[in-house]
């Protein structure tokens, strides 16, 4: 990466937030992020023998549910203080966030057929106070969904460049940790990239096999019960309010329990369909050959964005969709179609304003509880597949 690459008015803006961020939550006594001291601990656990699962590491929903292979990502922070390593993590996230954006301008910029598009540093800064929200969040509990994003985005260009064992490595990872990331998978099947598909599942079993070296078989099994039941147990009663299963369950209170698992093969079939007439567009003669770079990068990041309306899932996750906010953002600037941002404007405001420093207890509550935030990110969702039709016929 060059030297201009890294020291620029992006750079500046995210230092500028994430510092902003640590000073507030240290100074009104609200850095206490919960999910990282549930990781923090649950490792610590692993490696002094005592339990990681079916306990409680932090009130609410404090209990480890990731694999236990994934713990040996966490192991390293027990080398300090929880204090200490929460300021370790802390700026791990604010760096993913600059990282994961950095790597979306490139592959917007290298493969994506903008014309006259001008001042990239500026429409990128804007796409990221568009998620400015979920960032603030993610670094209040110490989550890590953006280091799976940014692990998912390295991954494509990867894929875009030809490098299948880099990016194959890397979606194993994310998928070990997140398994509904799986996902993933559908457009990497339907273009049969199976020199990918070999590289992801040696990843994910490679490192699956950790816990048996240590802390040993017995345990592994055990812990690898445990994790199961976790699932089992926790998965069924999260609300889910980002997805459409529950948006629709507030209109039809007596919408069944299996509808998410409907919505979700649903929108997996029609993308499929889009996946494979894209491929199908994709042949010699068609006048879109040479566009499958295009299609499959548009693809990966349509997939990446459905998952918070296609899973029961905390809001947080709603990050995902920040490569298509700034895929639509420069499709705006570079079309000049300004009579799109009114549109973009609102959704947007339901997708990444619901705060209640900026809102109000009561009205972000509400905006929540009803389930605007999930439609609003699926509306957006539809609108970029509009957008990038709309590109790729004005560019043929």
């Given at each position: 990466?060059?030297?201009?690459?890294?020291?620029?008015?992006?750079?500046?803006?995210?230092?500028?937030?994430?510092?902003?961020?640590?000073?507030?939550?240290?100074?009104?006594?609200?850095?206490?992020?919960?999910?990282?001291?549930?990781?923090?601990?649950?490792?610590?656990?692993?490696?002094?023998?005592?339990?990681?699962?079916?306990?409680?590491?932090?009130?609410?929903?404090?209990?480890?549910?990731?694999?236990?292979?994934?713990?040996?990502?966490?192991?390293p922070y027990t080398l300090f203080n929880f204090n200490t390593?929460?300021?370790?993590?802390?700026?791990?996230?604010?760096?993913?966030?600059?990282?994961?954006?950095?790597?979306?301008?490139?592959?917007?910029?290298?493969?994506?057929?903008?014309?006259?598009?001008?001042?990239?540093?500026?429409?990128?800064?804007?796409?990221?106070?568009?998620?400015?929200?979920?960032?603030?969040?993610?670094?209040?509990?110490?989550?890590?969904?953006?280091?799976?994003?940014?692990?998912?985005?390295?991954?494509?260009?990867?894929?875009?460049?030809?490098?299948?064992?880099?990016g194959g490595i890397l979606l194993g990872i994310v998928i070990?940790?997140?398994?509904?990331?799986?996902?993933?998978?559908?457009?990497?099947?339907?273009?049969?990239?199976?020199?990918?598909?070999?590289?992801?599942?040696?990843?994910?079993?490679?490192?699956?096999?950790?816990?048996?070296?240590?802390?040993?078989?017995?345990?592994?099994?055990?812990?690898?019960?445990?994790?199961?039941?976790?699932?089992?147990?926790?998965?069924?009663?999260?609300?889910?309010?980002?997805?459409?299963?529950?948006?629709?369950?507030?209109?039809?209170?007596?919408?069944?329990?299996?509808?998410?698992?409907?919505?979700?093969?649903?929108?997996?079939?029609?993308?499929?369909?889009?996946?494979?007439?894209?491929?199908?567009?994709?042949?010699?003669?068609?006048?879109?050959?040479?566009?499958?770079?295009?299609?499959?990068?548009?693809?990966?990041?349509?997939?990446?964005?459905?998952?918070?309306?296609?899973?029961?899932?905390?809001?947080?996750?709603?990050?995902?969709?920040?490569?298509?906010?700034?895929?639509?953002?420069?499709?705006?600037?570079?079309?000049?179609?300004?009579?799109?941002?009114?549109?973009?404007?609102?959704?947007?405001?339901?997708?990444?304003?619901?705060?209640?420093?900026?809102?109000?207890?009561?009205?972000?509550?509400?905006?929540?509880?009803?389930?605007?935030?999930?439609?609003?990110?699926?509306?957006?969702?539809?609108?970029?597949?509009?957008?990038?039709?709309?590109?790729?016929?004005?560019?043929?």
């Open positions: 990466m060059k030297k201009n690459d890294i020291i620029n008015g992006f750079t500046l803006l995210v230092a500028l937030l994430w510092l902003l961020t640590l000073v507030l939550n240290i100074f009104n006594d609200r850095f206490h992020p919960g999910d990282f001291m549930v990781y923090y601990s649950a490792a610590k656990n692993l490696v002094t023998g005592e339990p990681v699962y079916m306990i409680s590491f932090y009130t609410g929903s404090g209990f480890y549910k990731y694999s236990p292979a994934t713990l040996f990502f966490f192991i390593a929460a300021i370790i993590h802390f700026a791990i996230l604010g760096a993913a966030y600059w990282y994961t954006f950095m790597v979306i301008r490139k592959v917007l910029h290298d493969y994506f057929p903008f014309e006259n598009l001008k001042h990239e540093l500026g429409l990128i800064s804007l796409a990221f106070v568009c998620i400015l929200i979920h960032f603030a969040r993610e670094l209040y509990v110490g989550n890590i969904n953006i280091i799976l994003l940014m692990l998912c985005c390295i991954s494509i260009r990867n894929f875009l460049r030809g490098k299948d064992m880099q070990l940790v997140k398994p509904y990331l799986m996902i993933l998978l559908l457009p990497l099947v339907l273009r049969k990239r199976w020199n990918t598909l070999v590289w992801l599942c040696l990843t994910i079993t490679l490192i699956s096999l950790l816990p048996f070296v240590f802390p040993g078989p017995q345990r592994s099994i055990s812990m690898y019960g445990d994790w199961i039941n976790s699932i089992l147990m926790h998965s069924g009663g999260f609300p889910g309010k980002t997805s459409l299963d529950y948006f629709i369950r507030q209109l039809m209170p007596s919408w069944p329990a299996w509808g998410i698992p409907v919505i979700f093969f649903f929108c997996c079939a029609i993308v499929s369909m889009f996946i494979l007439k894209n491929i199908h567009q994709e042949k010699p003669e068609s006048k879109l050959n040479g566009f499958a770079d295009v299609n499959f990068a548009f693809e990966w990041f349509l997939m990446i964005a459905l998952l918070p309306n296609l899973i029961k899932t905390d809001w947080v996750l709603l990050v995902f969709s920040a490569p298509l906010i700034a895929f639509m953002i420069f499709y705006t600037a570079s079309r000049k179609q300004y009579w799109w941002i009114p549109f973009l404007v609102i959704l947007l405001f339901f997708y990444g304003a619901n705060s209640d420093d900026l809102l109000g207890r009561e009205l972000s509550h509400r905006i929540l509880e009803s389930g605007l935030m999930g439609l609003s990110n699926f509306l957006l969702v539809i609108v970029s597949i509009v957008m990038f039709l709309d590109l790729r016929k004005k560019t043929t």
